[in-house]
T-cell receptor, first 111, second 119 residues
């Protein structure tokens, strides 16, 4: 079983749509959780950290369910510029020295 | 945010040659840097953790004699792929941890990556 699993997609949605991505992780000792965004042939960029209580940053909402070892990302009012691959990242150490990446979920937002 | 650079951004080489990739933190000191590899449509895989002034820590399955890591200063880590073969062709990405941000949310900043093609 992979350490971090994501639905690879692709998700093709129209502008303005709401889309949700899910991610599961296998290590119950995981401490830190993130969503990164990666554009084609580019490096990953931090989108947001995920906190136990859930957190929101503009159109993006992240949720964490430790009992189910499950993380989600919700994007509201999708923009064309949201088209990218979204990577779920988990770390079992507080200093994030061992970040484990999911393979990513590809999102394409169409006009 | 903090800036991390990599050089070269892409390289094509013949099988059997060695390739050195540099990772620099431009506006902060990074005692810890990380090297990842990403094959097409796959996740980033951590190869090794590079610590300034000490030996790198390699992940299971990564050959330390093939992927030589040197972290001689607080702003530079190098990865040398020795005797490269076509199966080493991949996207190599480094990241550096900014120790100005302390605590549980130490942030890793990624370099732009180096695309290696071995013929």
């Amino acid at each position: 079983r992979k350490e971090v699993e994501q639905d690879p997609g692709p998700f093709n949605v129209p502008e303005g749509a709401t889309v949700a991505f899910n991610c599961t992780y296998s290590n119950s000792a995981s401490q830190s959780f993130f969503w990164y965004r990666q554009d084609c042939r580019k490096e990953p960029k931090l989108l947001m950290s995920v906190y136990s209580s859930g957190n929101e940053d503009g159109r993006f909402t992240a949720q964490l369910n430790r009992a189910s070892q499950y993380i989600s990302l919700l994007i509201r009012d999708s923009k064309l510029s949201d088209s990218a691959t979204y990577l779920c990242v988990v770390s079992a150490r507080f200093n994030n020295n061992d970040m484990r990446f999911g393979a990513g979920t590809r999102l394409t937002v169409k006009p | 945010g903090a800036v991390v650079s990599q050089h070269p951004s892409w390289v094509i080489c013949k099988s059997g040659t060695s390739v050195k990739i540099e990772c620099r933190s431009l506006d902060f000191q990074a005692t810890t840097m990380f090297w990842y590899r990403q094959f097409p449509k796959q996740s980033l895989m951590l190869m090794a953790t590079s610590n300034e002034g000490s030996k790198a820590t390699y992940e299971q399955g990564v050959e330390k004699d093939k992927f030589l890591i040197n972290h001689a200063s607080l702003t530079l880590s190098t990865l040398t792929v020795t005797s490269a073969h076509p199966e080493d062709s991949s996207f190599y990405i480094c990241s550096a941890r900014d120790h100005r941000t302390s605590g549980v949310t130490d942030t890793q900043y990624f370099g732009p990556g180096t695309r290696l093609t071995v013929l």
